[in-house]
């Protein structure tokens, strides 16, 4: 089946196969492997992309279903190939990643978080990487990460 | 496998019913592909109905709160009128899964799969809702004791027909609702019990109560016990205990080792009972 999707703002045309999911595919086909898939099973984010502004465990969403959809994954996040995103860099900073594997999924969700409000509550951050494990930081460097980044991003950043 | 985007709800109908049974119907996914990538099920088609048009936002006018079947679960949460209405419905719809599961699956896939205790199921179940359901026979409407036939089976058949929406009644001045969720922690758990209520109250009486729980047996049960007890009554704290002890003659857990013993449920399913009463006590004062 042909799939025209946007991904990372370039449009997107392939012959797909539409039993695979979204995680599959991006990883496979498009080779880009920032995108995890830790569970398969949608229980752990490590497969969130943002799809059309959300946040979505891309590894149960059938491939198909990004058809006409503008997705971005963890290669889209940095503004340019040397400058990283602030949520990257206070991921860096603040000691947020450990062995990194949770790490992509959870820059994407805080990312769909933060893209929308970026003066969030301790309540909303913990809401928006609440589906995202990590098995090595114990979270309060991630969470320090994404208050950091937040106010970066209210300066416009 | 082969995919097939329905826009709408006639354009899903007529792809399975071409399909004889192969296909199955696809709304947010996080059931139907889980089960299909561990061979649980073996579909030759999915209907996807995430994007049919007639299938999708929230209506509310002439007294019903109309819900597509392809709403996601982070849109009820988060409805500013649906907040208003019924908080106890946005709970119950905001604590599935996660907010990236909230963000594709449905409230009416958390009914269809019909596994015990569906956090939005239970949540929607006390506020009386009728399922439309669109087969080659035409339209019928289904109460939600209708709709379950077992531990993970549902009376509708996903490859043969389409539920299109739920409409549940906007609640009046003297009706309130509640949720409540014990779990073993706040994200990505199912939970350990569950329990809704419902209640009318008039001139300091309870006119009708409705309580449902789980996961206790098939589906969100009623505590029919329970709701003739409150009948009548004053909502005293004596009153609203006793209604939670008798939710348990009800009421039929079994043993999880993850989520709680029998006993463990047994122990605890009346003060989530009561707690869900006194909620509802608490919003009409
Ligand atoms: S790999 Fe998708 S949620 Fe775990
Ligand atoms: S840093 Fe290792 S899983 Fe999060």
Redesign the pocket.
């Known amino acids: 089946m042909v799939l025209h999707t946007t991904i990372n703002g370039q449009a997107v045309v392939a012959d797909v196969d539409p039993s695979i999911s979204l995680a599959m595919f991006l990883r496979e086909k498009l080779f880009l492997t920032g995108t995890k898939i830790g569970c398969g099973k949608g229980e752990c984010g490590a497969c969130t992309v943002i799809m059309d502004g959300k946040a979505v465990t891309s590894c149960i969403i059938p491939v198909m279903r990004a058809d006409g959809a503008n997705i971005i994954t963890i290669e889209g996040v940095a503004k340019t190939p040397t400058q990283l995103h602030p949520i990257q860099e206070e991921f860096i900073q603040q000691g947020a990643?450990?062995?990194?594997?949770?790490?992509p999924g959870?820059i994407m969700s805080a990312k769909a978080l933060l893209d929308k409000n970026n003066d969030p509550t301790v309540a909303e951050v913990r809401e928006a990487l609440g589906g995202n494990?990590?098995?090595?930081?114990g979270y309060v460097n991630i969470e320090k990460a994404v208050f950091a980044a937040a106010e970066r991003m209210r300066k416009g950043e | 496998m082969q995919y097939v985007k329905a826009n709408s709800a006639a354009e899903a109908l007529d792809a399975l019913l071409k399909a004889e049974g192969k296909a199955i119907i696809c709304a947010g996914g996080s059931d139907v592909m889980v089960d299909y990538n561990a061979g649980k099920i073996a579909p030759e088609m999915l209907v996807d109905v995430s994007r049919a048009a007639d299938m999708q936002g929230i209506k509310i006018a002439n007294g019903k709160i109309e819900i597509g079947a392809a709403v996601t679960l982070t849109e009820i949460a988060t409805h500013p009128e649906i907040k208003k209405l019924y908080p106890s419905l946005c709970k119950g719809c905001g604590t599935v899964g996660s907010l990236q599961i909230r963000n594709s699956a449905t409230l009416v896939g958390n009914v269809v799969s019909a596994q015990p205790a569906g956090d939005g199921a239970v949540a929607v179940s006390a506020l009386e809702p009728v399922f439309t359901v669109l087969s080659k026979d035409g339209v019928r409407e289904v109460a939600m004791a209708d709709m379950y036939a077992g531990f993970g089976k549902s009376k509708i058949d996903n490859s043969a027909e389409v539920v299109t929406k739920v409409t549940i009644p906007v609640p009046a001045a003297d009706e309130a609702a509640a949720f409540q969720r014990l779990e073993l922690r706040k994200s990505l758990s199912l939970p350990m019990l569950n329990a809704a209520a419902m209640v009318k109250v008039q001139n300091g009486k309870i006119v009708w109560a409705r309580i449902t729980m789980a996961p206790v047996g098939v589906g969100p049960v009623r505590a029919q016990e329970a709701e003739a007890f409150l009948a009548g009554k004053e909502m005293t704290d004596d009153v609203l205990a006793e209604a939670g002890e008798l939710a348990l003659k009800n009421a039929n857990p079994r043993s999880n080792p993850l989520r709680g013993s029998k006993e463990f449920r047994i122990a605890t399913l009346p003060v989530m009972v009561r707690r869900a009463l006194e909620d509802c006590r608490a919003q009409l004062q």
């Not at chain 1, 990643?97 to 790490?103: A, K, P, Y």
């Not at chain 1, 494990?133 to 930081?137: A, D, E, G, H, V």
């Open positions: 990643i450990q062995c990194g594997f949770c790490t959870m494990l990590c098995r090595c930081t």
